[in-house]
């Protein structure tokens, strides 16, 4: 018997990467600027609270919005570095990784038909999610020569004042553009002239290396219409132990809780201790480490520059996006410096069409790989230059 899929799983089509890893398979010497994990462990005092839980046998299901310590801890912590302020009671809900707090999104707020438009080039998972809520796609393309923010005249070019919602992530995966709050407010404008729902996934927030973060929802009218979507893969190294927030409205996260609570009940418990002690006593961890990127990320943007590629000064995530030479496609190239040299990155296509031409390189390796993987990227351009 074969199964019948849906159509709606028959309609995202399978991942564009997998091939890659396939190749990367067939060699052993392989170094990765393709994965978008952090090299680092996860700090060790949470590690410690997160042993100490279960040798205490505090193993049971918490509350299913999280544990109320830790939904306060998460309100003090967006209050003090994001000027946000959200009612642990009603207004957070602790999920599975922020993937899972995506999903609920999408689940609850997009219905059949809706029009979600999504700032492009764009993490992979927002298209497969508006998909299997049963909207419809809008691509908002971003483009280099705006260092890939997000602008007025491309929602307006695109026909995103007639859509539902918008999505849209700073800093950014792929490209690692981020936006300030001067560049945020028109968007925030155009959002509130047009009644658009926000997601803002700002799971990247910390590792912002050029001044502070700003959450759109910060901004007038805008905690109202705005979902904001965080956890601890990126910036606590935490991606393993799946926890991540979303902050919204009461009715908002009450309705993504009730979906919540009947399909996952509460997120892991060892990794709620995790994430509690992590924004007790982690906060110089979390520092060496984005210290350690944005070295690792001038590193990698010189060594493009002296190749002769061209790349656009990203400013946060751990990524950056440079151009592919010229003869080149995206898929071409990445595919050619994986054969031939053992680099993995990935084509800038699989974040939507308007990355095609550009690589997502991936700094969250050590800086001896990188540098050797800059090394054999140069030698890669070099002969088929
Ligand atoms: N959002 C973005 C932009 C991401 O890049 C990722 C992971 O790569 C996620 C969400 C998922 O994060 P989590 O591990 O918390 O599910």
């Known amino acids: 018997m074969t199964f019948e899929l849906s ?13 890659f890893f396939e190749i990367a398979e067939e060699r052993d010497d392989v170094i ?53 302020g959200y009612d642990p009671d009603e207004e957070i809900i602790v999920t599975a990784g922020a993937s899972e707090a995506v999903d609920l999104a999408f689940r609850a707020f997009v219905n059949p038909g809706d029009t979600v438009a999504i700032a492009q080039p764009a993490y992979i998972s927002y298209e497969p999610g508006v998909i299997f809520a049963g909207g419809e796609v809008l691509s908002v393309p971003t483009r280099e020569e705006d260092d890939f923010r997000l602008t007025v005249e491309g929602l307006e070019e695109a026909g995103a004042a007639d859509a539902d919602v918008l999505v849209l992530c700073y800093p950014n995966n792929p490209t690692g553009a981020i936006m300030t709050e001067e560049d945020l407010k028109p968007i925030a404008e155009f959002a509130r002239e047009n009644d658009l729902t926000v997601f803002s996934d700002e799971i990247y927030a910390e590792l912002t290396y050029d001044g502070e973060h700003t959450s759109i929802a910060s901004l007038e009218g805008m905690r109202e219409r705005t979902i904001v979507f965080n956890g601890f893969s990126k910036a606590h190294a935490m ?33 709620q201790y995790a994430a509690l002690e992590a924004l007790d006593t982690c906060d110089n961890d979390v520092a060496e480490m984005v210290e350690e990127y944005d070295r690792r990320r001038r590193f990698v943007l010189s060594r493009f520059r002296e190749i002769g590629m061209d790349v656009f000064e990203a400013k946060g995530a751990f990524y950056c996006f440079p151009e592919v030479p010229e003869g080149f ?7 050619g410096v994986l054969r031939e040299q053992g680099v993995a990155v990935v084509p800038g296509d699989v974040f939507g069409d308007v990355g095609e031409g550009h690589l997502r390189v991936s700094y969250a390796t050590g800086l001896e790989d990188l540098r050797k993987a800059l090394n054999r990227i140069e030698a890669f351009v070099a002969d088929h230059a």
Request: proline content about 6%; glycine content about 8%; hydrophobic content about 40%.
């Open 239 to 271: 991606t393993g132990l799946r926890l991540g927030y979303a902050l919204g409205p009461a009715d908002a996260i009450g309705a993504m809780n009730k979906i919540h609570q009947y399909t996952m009940l509460s997120a892991p418990t060892t990794a």
């Open 32 to 84: 990765s600027l393709g994965v978008g994990e952090p090299d680092f462990a996860t700090p060790w005092a949470a590690r410690d609270a997160a042993i100490t839980s279960l040798e205490q046998g505090k193993t049971s299901y918490t509350a299913n919005r999280g544990k109320r310590e830790l939904r306060e801890a998460i309100a003090d912590y967006v209050a003090d570095r994001f000027e946000l």
């Open 329 to 335: 496609t995206a898929e071409e190239f990445a595919e």
């Open 7 to 19: 159509d709606r799983v028959q309609a995202v089509p399978p991942s564009g990467i997998r091939r």
